[in-house]
């Protein structure tokens, strides 16, 4: 009789979420977390804003190399503005102000890469899914 035979499995690899990944690419290549945490009380302005120059510079490399970020409306800030009827309301934010200040504010969507996450689910359309920053516009 033979002896039988064992299998052994592999463990699973640690299943990490996009918004850690990313998270941790920020904090590997920028030190964004190090800024974001540090109390900034002791430094004067002038040496919060040195640091923040290197940090925002290279955050804006890793946002580059990840996503392609493109505005949702390509109109300059503070342009005017027409929604559409039935306009999609995760691509913009409709705000009340009285007087009117500012017709509209800088929005942010992805073109590329992986805008979904397993902890993250956005509701709409798949192009809802990819808005990181809704167009504000004021009325």
Do not use: H, N
């Not at 004067?44 to 640091?51: F, K, N």
């Not at 009117?100 to 504010?105: D, G, K, L, N």
């Amino acid at each position: 009789m033979s002896a039988p035979t064992v299998r052994i499995e592999k463990p699973k690899p640690p299943v990490r979420s996009d918004a850690i990944t990313l998270l941790a690419t920020l904090q590997r290549e920028t030190r964004f977390v190090d800024l974001a945490q540090e109390s900034l009380d002791e430094y004067t302005d002038a040496q919060v804003g040195a640091a923040a120059r290197d940090v925002l510079r290279d955050c804006r490399k890793v946002l580059e190399r990840l996503f392609d970020l493109k505005p949702v409306l390509e109109k300059a800030e503070g342009a005017a503005v027409e929604v559409p009827p039935g306009f999609d309301a995760a691509r913009f934010r409709l705000a009340a102000t009285w007087p009117a200040s500012r017709p509209s504010a800088a929005a942010w969507s992805i073109t590329a890469g992986k805008p979904r996450s397993a902890t993250c689910r956005p509701v709409g359309s798949d192009r809802s899914a990819r808005v990181v920053a809704p167009a504000e516009v004021e009325l």
